[in-house]
C-alpha cells in the first residue's frame, strides 16, 4: 500500500506527459517521454559537532560524526521536447524507503543508542539546452530541487534539500551506426536547507516539561554546490523505443551553514553523494 | 441769342445780375424790354424756379405802377424776362429833375399802393431806388419788376449777391436777415428822400459805416421847410422793420399827419385840369408848377405815340433830346416849351423862316437817320420837320419813302416769320415765297431784300434737298429742288444740286446696267452649272443603280456566308458547350477535397480530349497548369498526412508530365529530405544533458 502514491503520481506524470505529446503533435515540436529505473548509492555525511553535547556529556560532549548510507532504488518519469536543436527536459525521480542505523556506544550508557533510520531522495530538474557541434554535444542550463528525508525509529527526523540552478554540457559518439556513448557534466550552485530533529530526551536537557533544551536540533540554511557527470550508452531498440544506461556520479557539498539558533552547534560540513546506475527507455514517435 | 417771336434790339445796360436789351416783339410789332440773368444765376435752378414761380403771381397781371411781365422763360441755357417797355437800365445817373414835395409825395403814394398790392400776393419787391423808376409825366411814375436777385432766399450751394454802394443805400438795414414787406418802405422812403432832395439819407464811404449809420438813423433833412416831413421819413427809415410804415393806408396817415392832404378820389388834386385813377396829394404850395405839368402832360400826349411807335418798331430809345420826356437821367434840365407846337396858326413870317430852316435842319437830320437806317427815329423827326413846315415837300417825300420803308419791314418781318415757322412756299398766299414775291413789287430797282429772302428760302430747300441726297434719297429731293428752283429758278446750288443728282442717278443707272449684265452672266453660268448637274446626277443614278445591283448581290452572298457562320456558331458553341462542361468536370475533379490519382488522371484525360478539340485555348492550357499544381497540392496533402511515399510517386507522377515544374520538384526535394530525415530519426536516438 505504501507505493500507491507513487503509482498514483506516475499514472498523473504520464497523462500529463500524454496531454503534452498530444499538443505536440499538432506543431512541429517533437516529444520523447521516457521512464527509468536506477539504483542509486546514496551516501549522507555532516562533520561531528563539537561541544554539542556538553551539558550532557556524552560524548566526550561531541556528537560524533554521522554518515548515512542506502542504495535506493529509483523510479524516474521525465520528457524531452525538440524544436529546431533546441530541447526542454522535464524529468522527476522518486526512490522507495530504504533503511540504515546510527550507533552511539558511550559508557554513560547502558548499552549503545542505536537509532533505524528510513528516507527517501526526490529529485526534479527542468533543463533547456542546445546542440551543438553538428548535433554531436548539447549545452544546457536548467534549475533542480533535491530532497533527502529520513525518520529514525528514535523521534529523529532529518531532512537536507537543495535547489538551485545548474549549467553543464555533454558530448556523444556514434558507435557503428548501434549507439552512441556519450559523457556528462554539470555543475549548480544551490541553496540547502538543512533539518534535524532531535526529540529524544537522551540528548535533551533541562528540569521541567517546559525546561527541555534539544541542543542537536538543526535548521540551518547554507550555501551548496553541487556537481554531477557521468558516461551513457543509448541505442535503439525499434523504430519508436530506445534505451539508455548510464552511470552518474553526483555531489552536493553544504557550507557556510547558519542556523535559525544561533547557539545551536551544527556541523561545519554536510555531503551527499550519490552514484547511480539508470536504465532509461525512450519511447519515439 | 435768338428768342421766337422777338426780334433783340439794342442793349439797354449791364448789371451784375442782368443784361437788359430792347426786343421787337414780331405778332405785335411792340418794343419789349427783355432782361437776361447773368449765368451766374441763370445756371441755377433753384434761382430760375424762384423767378418762373414770382413770375407766374406777376404774369400779365396790373400790380399797380409796377412794369408787366408778359413772359418768363427758363431753358438750360439761359433764364429770361419779357416785360413791357421799360427803358429803365439801373443806370446810376444824378437826379435831373426837381420835384415838388406834392409831386414827390404822389409818387410815393402810388408807390406805396403798388408795394401793398405787390405785398398782397405774399412778394416783396426788393428793387425799389430811383434808377428802377420811370416817370412817363410828372404826375406818374412806374416801377421796374421785381428784384428777383434780392428776394431769391439765397442757401449755401448759391454766392452770396455782391451789393454795391449804390445798391446799399436803397437796402434796409435787415438786409443780412431777410428782406420783407417793410423793407421795401423803407427803400421807399429813400427814394422819396432822394427824389426830394436829390441826395441820398445815408452817405458813407463804405458798406459798413453806411450800415452803421441807417442803424443809428443818422439822416437829417437838409432845409428848414422840409423838415415838416421829418415824422414821414422817420416812419419810413426807421432802423426797426416794426416801427416802419408797412403799408399805403399808415403811409397816407403819416403824410396827413405832416400837413399834406390826400385825396384818393382823383389821381390829382383839384387844380390838375385832367385827372386819372391814381392817387393824388397837394398841399397850399403846390399851385406854382400845376400850369407847367399840364402843358407837359398835354403836348407829351401827342409825341408819345410817335415815341413808342418808334421804339416799336426799331428798339431805339425813343427819346429825344429836344422830347419832353419824364425819364430820370434823361431829362434835360432845361425844358422844351411845346406849346408852341400846338400853336403854329399863330406863327409870324419870321416865325416862318425859323421853322422852316428848322424844318430843314430836322429833314437834313432825318436823313441822316435814314443814312444810319434808323428809320423810326428818321420818321419821327420828319415829322417834326413836318410839324415845323408842314409844305415841306422833301419832307413829305421823305416821309412817303419811310411809310414805305415801314411797309417793306412789315413785309419782311412777315416772310421772315413764316420763314421761321417752316412755310416756304405753302400753305397758298400765306407763306414765305409769297409775301416775299409780294414784296417784289413794292421794292425799288436794285434793293435785294426780296431776292435774299428768296434766296434763304431756296437755300433752306437746298439743305433740304441735300440732306435727302446724302441719304440717297434722289426723287425726294428733287421735289426739294424743283420747289427751290420754282422759288428761283437760277439759284446755283440747288443747279449744281440737281446736276449731281443726275451724274449720281447715271452713275446708278450703269451700275444697274453693269449689274444687269452681271445678272445674265450669272444666270446663263446657273443655267450651264443646272445642265452640268443634271447630266451629273443622271449619272450618279446610273451608278447608284449599278450599285444596288451590286449590293444586292453581295447582301445575297452575305446571307449564305452569315448562314454558313451561324452553322459554324451552333457547332462552335455545341463545342465551347461541350468544353466548358468538360473543363467544368476536370475542375470538380481537381477540387482540392477530391484529388486522388484516379481524379488527376481523369482530369488528365479530359485535358487530352480538350486538347484534340480546342487550339491553343488558354482555358486547356490553365487546365493543364491546374492539374500540374492538383499533382502539388495532392502530393501536399499526402506530404501532411504523412504518406511521403505517395508524395513521391505523386510528385513523380506530375513531374512525367512536367519536368520542369518548380513546384513539385521543390516539394519533391522537400518530401525527399523529409523521407532522408525520417530515416535518420529512426537511427536517431535521445541525446539529451542533464544535471
Same mark, same amino acid.
Given at each position: 500500500?505504501?507505493?500507491?502514491?507513487?503509482?498514483?503520481?506516475?499514472?498523473?506524470?504520464?497523462?500529463?506527459?500524454?496531454?503534452?505529446?498530444?499538443?505536440?503533435?499538432?506543431?512541429?515540436?517533437?516529444?520523447?517521454?521516457?521512464?527509468?529505473?536506477?539504483?542509486?548509492?546514496?551516501?549522507?555525511?555532516?562533520?561531528?559537532?563539537?561541544?554539542?553535547?556538553?551539558?550532557?556529556?556524552?560524548?566526550?560532549?561531541?556528537?560524533?560524526?554521522?554518515?548515512?548510507?542506502?542504495?535506493?532504488?529509483?523510479?524516474?518519469?521525465?520528457?524531452?521536447?525538440?524544436?529546431?536543436?533546441?530541447?526542454?527536459?522535464?524529468?522527476?525521480?522518486?526512490?522507495?524507503?530504504?533503511?540504515?542505523?546510527?550507533?552511539?556506544?558511550?559508557?554513560?550508557?547502558? $548499552?549503545?543508542?542505536?537509532?533505524?533510520?528510513?528516507?527517501?531522495?526526490?529529485?526534479?530538474?527542468?533543463?533547456?539546452?542546445?546542440?551543438?557541434?553538428?548535433?554531436?554535444?548539447?549545452?544546457?542550463?536548467?534549475?533542480?530541487?533535491?530532497?533527502?528525508?529520513?525518520?529514525?525509529?528514535?523521534?529523529?527526523?532529518?531532512?537536507?534539500?537543495?535547489?538551485?540552478?545548474?549549467?553543464?554540457?555533454?558530448?556523444?559518439?556514434?558507435?557503428?551506426?548501434?549507439?552512441?556513448?556519450?559523457?556528462?557534466?554539470?555543475?549548480?550552485?544551490?541553496?540547502?536547507?538543512?533539518?534535524?530533529?532531535?526529540?529524544?530526551?537522551?540528548?535533551?536537557?533541562?528540569?521541567?516539561?517546559?525546561?527541555?533544551?534539544?541542543?542537536?536540533?538543526?535548521?540551518?540554511?547554507?550555501?551548496?554546490?553541487?556537481?554531477?557527470?557521468?558516461?551513457?550508452?543509448?541505442?535503439?531498440?525499434?523504430?519508436?523505443?530506445?534505451?539508455?544506461?548510464?552511470?552518474?556520479?553526483?555531489?552536493?557539498?553544504?557550507?557556510?551553514?547558519?542556523?535559525?539558533?544561533?547557539?545551536?552547534?551544527?556541523?561545519?560540513?554536510?555531503?551527499?553523494?550519490?552514484?547511480?546506475?539508470?536504465?532509461?527507455?525512450?519511447? $519515439?514517435? | 441769342?435768338?428768342?421766337?417771336?422777338?426780334?433783340?434790339?439794342?442793349?439797354?445796360?449791364?448789371?451784375?445780375?442782368?443784361?437788359?436789351?430792347?426786343?421787337?416783339?414780331?405778332?405785335?410789332?411792340?418794343?419789349?424790354?427783355?432782361?437776361?440773368?447773368?449765368?451766374?444765376?441763370?445756371?441755377?435752378?433753384?434761382?430760375?424756379?424762384?423767378?418762373?414761380?414770382?413770375?407766374?403771381?406777376?404774369?400779365?397781371?396790373?400790380?399797380?405802377?409796377?412794369?408787366?411781365?408778359?413772359?418768363?422763360?427758363?431753358?438750360?441755357?439761359?433764364?429770361?424776362?419779357?416785360?413791357?417797355?421799360?427803358?429803365?437800365?439801373?443806370? *446810376?445817373?444824378?437826379?435831373?429833375?426837381?420835384?415838388?414835395?406834392?409831386?414827390?409825395?404822389?409818387?410815393?403814394?402810388?408807390?406805396?399802393?403798388?408795394?401793398?398790392?405787390?405785398?398782397?400776393?405774399?412778394?416783396?419787391?426788393?428793387?425799389?431806388?430811383?434808377?428802377?423808376?420811370?416817370?412817363?409825366?410828372?404826375?406818374?411814375?412806374?416801377?421796374?419788376?421785381?428784384?428777383?436777385?434780392?428776394?431769391?432766399?439765397?442757401?449755401?450751394?448759391?454766392?452770396?449777391?455782391?451789393?454795391?454802394?449804390?445798391?446799399?443805400?436803397?437796402?434796409?438795414?435787415?438786409?443780412?436777415?431777410?428782406?420783407?414787406?417793410?423793407?421795401?418802405?423803407?427803400?421807399?422812403?429813400?427814394?422819396?428822400?432822394?427824389?426830394?432832395?436829390?441826395?441820398?439819407?445815408?452817405?458813407?464811404?463804405?458798406?459798413?459805416?453806411?450800415?452803421?449809420?441807417?442803424?443809428?438813423?443818422?439822416?437829417?433833412?437838409?432845409?428848414?421847410?422840409?423838415?415838416?416831413?421829418?415824422?414821414?421819413?422817420?416812419?419810413?427809415?426807421?432802423?426797426?422793420?416794426?416801427?416802419?410804415?408797412?403799408?399805403?393806408?399808415?403811409?397816407?396817415?403819416?403824410?396827413?399827419?405832416?400837413?399834406?392832404?390826400?385825396?384818393?378820389?382823383?389821381?390829382?388834386?383839384?387844380?390838375?385840369?385832367?385827372?386819372?385813377?391814381?392817387?393824388?396829394?397837394?398841399?397850399?404850395?403846390?399851385?406854382?408848377?400845376?400850369?407847367?405839368?399840364?402843358?407837359?402832360?398835354?403836348?407829351?400826349?401827342?409825341?408819345?405815340?410817335?415815341?413808342?411807335?418808334?421804339?416799336?418798331?426799331?428798339?431805339?430809345? @425813343?427819346?429825344?433830346?429836344?422830347?419832353?420826356?419824364?425819364?430820370?437821367?434823361?431829362?434835360?434840365?432845361?425844358?422844351?416849351?411845346?406849346?408852341?407846337?400846338?400853336?403854329?396858326?399863330?406863327?409870324?413870317?419870321?416865325?416862318?423862316?425859323?421853322?422852316?430852316?428848322?424844318?430843314?435842319?430836322?429833314?437834313?437830320?432825318?436823313?441822316?437817320?435814314?443814312?444810319?437806317?434808323?428809320?423810326?427815329?428818321?420818321?419821327?423827326?420828319?415829322?417834326?420837320?413836318?410839324?415845323?413846315?408842314?409844305?415841306?415837300?422833301?419832307?413829305?417825300?421823305?416821309?412817303?419813302?419811310?411809310?414805305?420803308?415801314?411797309?417793306?419791314?412789315?413785309?419782311?418781318?412777315?416772310?421772315?416769320?413764316?420763314?421761321?415757322?417752316?412755310?416756304?412756299?405753302?400753305?397758298?398766299?400765306?407763306?414765305?415765297?409769297?409775301?416775299?414775291?409780294?414784296?417784289?413789287?413794292?421794292? @425799288?430797282?436794285?434793293?435785294?431784300?426780296?431776292?435774299?429772302?428768296?434766296?434763304?428760302?431756296?437755300?433752306?430747300?437746298?439743305?433740304?434737298?441735300?440732306?435727302?441726297?446724302?441719304?440717297?434719297?434722289?426723287?425726294?429731293?428733287?421735289?426739294?429742288?424743283?420747289?427751290?428752283?420754282?422759288?428761283?429758278?437760277?439759284?446755283?446750288?440747288?443747279?449744281?444740286?440737281?446736276?449731281?443728282?443726275? $451724274?449720281?442717278?447715271?452713275?446708278?443707272?450703269?451700275?444697274?446696267?453693269?449689274?444687269?449684265?452681271?445678272?445674265?452672266?450669272?444666270?446663263?453660268?446657273?443655267?450651264?452649272?443646272?445642265?452640268?448637274?443634271?447630266?451629273?446626277?443622271?449619272?450618279?443614278?446610273?451608278?447608284?443603280?449599278?450599285?444596288?445591283?451590286?449590293?444586292?448581290?453581295?447582301?445575297?452572298?452575305?446571307?449564305?456566308?452569315?448562314?454558313?457562320?451561324?452553322?459554324?456558331?451552333?457547332?462552335?458553341?455545341?463545342?465551347?458547350?461541350?468544353?466548358?462542361?468538360?473543363?467544368?468536370?476536370?475542375?470538380?475533379?481537381?477540387?482540392?477535397?477530391?484529388?486522388?490519382?484516379?481524379?488527376?488522371?481523369?482530369?488528365?484525360?479530359?485535358?487530352?480530349?480538350?486538347?484534340?478539340?480546342?487550339? *491553343?485555348?488558354?482555358?486547356?492550357?490553365?487546365?493543364?497548369?491546374?492539374?500540374?499544381?492538383?499533382?502539388?497540392?495532392?502530393?501536399?496533402? $499526402?506530404?501532411?498526412?504523412?504518406?511521403?511515399?505517395?508524395?513521391?510517386?505523386?510528385?513523380?507522377?506530375?513531374?512525367?508530365?512536367?519536368?520542369?515544374?518548380?513546384?513539385?520538384?521543390?516539394?519533391?526535394?522537400?518530401?525527399?529530405?523529409?523521407?532522408?530525415?525520417?530515416?535518420?530519426?529512426?537511427?536517431?536516438?535521445?541525446?539529451?544533458?542533464?544535471?
Amino acid at each position: 500500500m505504501k507505493h500507491i502514491p507513487y503509482f498514483t503520481a506516475s499514472l498523473l506524470m504520464a497523462t500529463s506527459l500524454f496531454a503534452v505529446f498530444e499538443s505536440a503533435q499538432a506543431s512541429d515540436i517533437s516529444f520523447t517521454p521516457r521512464a527509468s529505473i536506477s539504483l542509486t548509492s546514496y551516501k549522507f555525511s555532516q562533520t561531528a559537532r563539537v561541544g554539542a553535547l556538553a551539558n550532557t556529556g556524552i560524548n566526550g560532549n561531541d556528537f560524533p560524526e554521522i554518515t548515512f548510507e542506502v542504495t535506493f532504488k529509483t523510479l524516474g518519469l521525465g520528457g524531452t521536447f525538440f524544436k529546431d536543436g533546441y530541447y526542454l527536459d522535464l524529468s522527476a525521480q522518486k526512490s522507495a524507503d530504504e533503511e540504515d542505523s546510527f550507533t552511539l556506544d558511550d559508557p554513560l550508557f547502558s $548499552q549503545p543508542f542505536v537509532e533505524n533510520f528510513k528516507g527517501d531522495r526526490q529529485d526534479t530538474a527542468i533543463t533547456l539546452g542546445k546542440k551543438i557541434l553538428d548535433n554531436k554535444g548539447t549545452v544546457y542550463i536548467g534549475y533542480k530541487t533535491g530532497k533527502s528525508e529520513a525518520s529514525g525509529d528514535q523521534g529523529q527526523h532529518l531532512s537536507f534539500k537543495e535547489k538551485g540552478f545548474f549549467v553543464g554540457a555533454n558530448y556523444g559518439w556514434a558507435v557503428s551506426n548501434s549507439g552512441k556513448l556519450s559523457v556528462n557534466i554539470a555543475f549548480a550552485n544551490l541553496n540547502g536547507d538543512l533539518t534535524e530533529d532531535v526529540t529524544n530526551p537522551l540528548f535533551a536537557t533541562g528540569t521541567g516539561p517546559n525546561d527541555i533544551v534539544a541542543p542537536l536540533d538543526i535548521n540551518a540554511t547554507s550555501d551548496a554546490q553541487g556537481l554531477s557527470y557521468g558516461v551513457s550508452w543509448a541505442s535503439r531498440l525499434s523504430s519508436n523505443l530506445s534505451y539508455s544506461v548510464s552511470i552518474d556520479a553526483k555531489k552536493y557539498t553544504f557550507d557556510n551553514v547558519k542556523d535559525s539558533n544561533p547557539a545551536t552547534i551544527t556541523s561545519k560540513e554536510f555531503e551527499e553523494q550519490l552514484l547511480s546506475a539508470m536504465l532509461s527507455i525512450y519511447f $519515439q514517435f | 441769342m435768338n428768342i421766337p417771336g422777338y426780334q433783340l434790339g439794342r442793349e439797354i445796360s449791364i448789371g451784375e445780375y442782368c443784361s437788359v436789351y430792347n426786343a421787337l416783339e414780331i405778332e405785335s410789332s411792340k418794343t419789349v424790354t427783355i432782361k437776361f440773368f447773368q449765368p451766374q444765376l441763370s445756371s441755377n435752378p433753384e434761382f430760375c424756379r424762384h423767378v418762373n414761380t414770382t413770375s407766374q403771381l406777376l404774369l400779365n397781371k396790373s400790380i399797380g405802377n409796377i412794369i408787366s411781365i408778359k413772359k418768363a422763360e427758363w431753358d438750360p441755357e439761359s433764364c429770361y424776362l419779357i416785360t413791357d417797355y421799360f427803358p429803365c437800365a439801373q443806370n *446810376q445817373q444824378p437826379l435831373q429833375t426837381e420835384f415838388t414835395i406834392d409831386e414827390v409825395l404822389n409818387f410815393g403814394l402810388q408807390l406805396a399802393n403798388s408795394l401793398s398790392k405787390l405785398h398782397a400776393l405774399g412778394l416783396v419787391h426788393g428793387g425799389v431806388s430811383t434808377s428802377n423808376l420811370v416817370f412817363p409825366n410828372l404826375s406818374q411814375v412806374t416801377l421796374g419788376i421785381v428784384s428777383f436777385q434780392r428776394t431769391f432766399k439765397q442757401d449755401s450751394s448759391v454766392p452770396a449777391l455782391p451789393v454795391s454802394m449804390h445798391e446799399a443805400s436803397y437796402i434796409a438795414p435787415e438786409f443780412a436777415t431777410g428782406l420783407d414787406a417793410r423793407s421795401d418802405f423803407y427803400s421807399l422812403g429813400v427814394v422819396l428822400f432822394e427824389l426830394l432832395f436829390r441826395k441820398k439819407p445815408f452817405i458813407a464811404g463804405d458798406i459798413q459805416q453806411l450800415q452803421i449809420k441807417k442803424e443809428q438813423m443818422q439822416y437829417q433833412v437838409p432845409d428848414a421847410f422840409s423838415k415838416r416831413l421829418n415824422p414821414l421819413f422817420d416812419k419810413l427809415l426807421a432802423a426797426d422793420p416794426d416801427q416802419r410804415i408797412n403799408n399805403a393806408s399808415d403811409y397816407i396817415e403819416v403824410i396827413e399827419q405832416c400837413g399834406y392832404k390826400i385825396d384818393n378820389s382823383s389821381s390829382y388834386s383839384e387844380d390838375f385840369s385832367t385827372s386819372t385813377e391814381q392817387d393824388s396829394i397837394h398841399s397850399p404850395s403846390t399851385g406854382k408848377r400845376h400850369n407847367k405839368n399840364i402843358i407837359i402832360f398835354s403836348a407829351a400826349a401827342g409825341l408819345l405815340m410817335i415815341v413808342i411807335l418808334s421804339f416799336f418798331m426799331f428798339g431805339n430809345q @425813343p427819346i429825344d433830346e429836344k422830347t419832353k420826356s419824364t425819364r430820370i437821367g434823361a431829362i434835360p434840365s432845361s425844358e422844351v416849351d411845346l406849346t408852341t407846337l400846338n400853336n403854329s396858326e399863330n406863327i409870324t413870317p419870321i416865325a416862318q423862316t425859323e421853322n422852316k430852316d428848322k424844318a430843314n435842319e430836322l429833314y437834313q437830320k432825318s436823313l441822316q437817320h435814314i443814312s444810319q437806317n434808323n428809320y423810326g427815329a428818321a420818321l419821327m423827326t420828319i415829322n417834326n420837320a413836318l410839324k415845323e413846315h408842314p409844305g415841306h415837300a422833301d419832307a413829305l417825300k421823305i416821309k412817303v419813302e419811310i411809310e414805305h420803308e415801314f411797309e417793306i419791314r412789315a413785309y419782311l418781318s412777315r416772310a421772315e416769320k413764316l420763314l421761321q415757322a417752316g412755310k416756304l412756299t405753302r400753305p397758298e398766299n400765306d407763306n414765305a415765297f409769297h409775301t416775299y414775291t409780294q414784296l417784289t413789287s413794292l421794292l @425799288p430797282d436794285g434793293d435785294t431784300r426780296a431776292r435774299e429772302g428768296m434766296e434763304k428760302i431756296a437755300g433752306k430747300y437746298y439743305r433740304l434737298a441735300n440732306d435727302l441726297v446724302l441719304k440717297k434719297q434722289f426723287d425726294n429731293a428733287r421735289q426739294y429742288i424743283t420747289t427751290g428752283l420754282s422759288v428761283i429758278a437760277d439759284y446755283e446750288p440747288l443747279k449744281q444740286l440737281d446736276l449731281y443728282i443726275r $451724274q449720281e442717278e447715271a452713275k446708278q443707272l450703269a451700275l444697274e446696267e453693269q449689274e444687269q449684265q452681271h445678272q445674265q452672266k450669272l444666270k446663263a453660268d446657273r443655267i450651264n452649272r443646272q445642265k452640268a448637274a443634271a447630266q451629273e446626277l443622271q449619272r450618279q443614278q446610273q451608278f447608284i443603280e449599278k450599285n444596288k445591283l451590286a449590293a444586292l448581290e453581295r447582301e445575297q452572298a452575305l446571307k449564305i456566308q452569315q448562314q454558313k457562320e451561324l452553322q459554324k456558331n451552333i457547332q462552335l458553341q455545341q463545342k465551347r458547350r461541350k468544353i466548358d462542361d468538360l473543363l467544368s468536370n476536370a475542375r470538380n475533379l481537381l477540387r482540392p477535397d477530391q484529388l486522388s490519382h484516379q481524379s488527376l488522371n481523369s482530369s488528365l484525360e479530359i485535358h487530352n480530349e480538350l486538347t484534340t478539340l480546342t487550339q *491553343q485555348d488558354s482555358r486547356v492550357s490553365n487546365l493543364f497548369e491546374q492539374i500540374i499544381n492538383s499533382y502539388s497540392v495532392l502530393a501536399r496533402n $499526402q506530404k501532411e498526412i504523412p504518406n511521403l511515399a505517395e508524395a513521391l510517386t505523386t510528385i513523380d507522377l506530375g513531374l512525367a508530365l512536367d519536368r520542369n515544374n518548380t513546384n513539385l520538384r521543390n516539394l519533391k526535394n522537400d518530401i525527399q529530405q523529409l523521407i532522408s530525415e525520417a530515416e535518420n530519426k529512426q537511427q536517431e536516438v535521445p541525446f539529451i544533458g542533464t544535471f
